[in-house]
């Protein structure tokens, strides 16, 4: 790969060369930046365990969020009615008995019944104690997957501060973990085909997500890794039906349906939540056939260009980047917490700028859209959409421009 000088006044942020094994550096504004985002996010999660608005509330009884739901169904599970967590007032009565009191809405079990593993290991502790481990054992996997694609341990630190992170640790969703699994993946889909396959195996308990990725292996002829990804897949499913039943798989397809009609037809979660093509098209006042029509458009563009890219002898940096950014773009199903993935293209263009040279605009675009994410709690819009459309223009321009005019 080519590598070209930089000077400071070329990089808006990082700095710095792989080939000359200097590491990446970061810009003290940035830097200083990243460490006061980690510090806010620290005192915010402390404050509001503290007053009793996180894990645990001031009464003594569970705070209901979304790890709720992986919880009731762990427990649904080990007690030998893992199909029942498709249903939903069964499940919203476990939800119930898992925090110690009613409250009012539903937080759905949509997952395989491969993912009941983990939630019924998960389900063994009293629910915040299961609450609390989940977030911070898969906070670790993801930081260092951060970290060894960008090949530095400012990686540590950039992981840390995505703004994706704090609605993570809010709700106790699987981010880190979704992220971790595709970062890892992708990191050592070239070294170790086999590895990578596993791995992608794993990310079958959010399928949605992993929409792009067999186009892109078979695409780039990664062969080895497709089979094993499937393998590993069919081992799972075979694993959790001998062990919840086929009741559980009937439950889970059934419950698919159901799914859409309440969060992508009626809007259960409100429009502006979903950070997608289909969410964005809803919020602005767009019909569900029309969502639909946008977002197919958006899903097969992503996907026509998954397919072309990874045949091509383009650097590996720029089809992972596009990969990651594009597995995003082509669901109509997508959250703030999932937006922890959009650490692992942005990763990718950082490693990339390490061999190549950071262009100025390139770090201020990822600064906007980091920006972005940051103001979602104040907005009810899908800005992380706008995020994802900002993280791919920055992919497709290293596409298009050559190296050394990006540089």
Known sequence: MAHY???PAQSSGVQGSRARGSGARLARPVELVCFALIVVNTVYLAASYVEGLWLIARNGRGVESDFVNVWAAGRLALAGQAAAAYDWPTHKLMEETAVGHAFDGYF???????FLFVAAVLSLLPYAAAYALWAFATFPGYLIAIRAIIGDRVGYLLAAAFPAVLPNFIVGQNGFLTAGLVGWALLL???NPIAAGVLLGLLTY????????????????????????ALVALLMAAASWLAFGGEAWQAFFG??????QAFLSQGWADW???QTAFGLTRTLGGSETLAWIVQGVVSLAAAIAIAILWRSKIAYEIKAAALGVGALLATPYLYIYDLVMLSVPIAFLLRLGNARGFPAKEMIGVGIACCLLLVFPFVKFPVGF??????????????????????
């Not at 995020?387 to 540089?407: E, F, H, M, N, Q």
Request: aromatic share 10%; glycine share 10%; proline share 7%.
């Open 108 to 114: 759905g079990w949509h997952y395989p019944p491969t």
């Open 206 to 229: 959010k399928p949605h997500l992993g929409l792009l990725f067999p186009i892109a292996l078979a695409a780039g002829g990664y062969w080895r890794t497709f089979f094993a990804a």
């Open 386 to 407: 706008a995020a994802l459309l900002l993280i791919a223009a920055l992919v497709a321009r290293r596409i298009v421009l050559p190296a050394s005019t990006a540089a």
């Open 189 to 191: 889909l070239e070294g």
């Open 272 to 274: 502006g939540k979903l």
């Open 255 to 260: 419950n698919i349906g159901h799914t859409s």
């Open 5 to 7: 000088e930089i000077s």
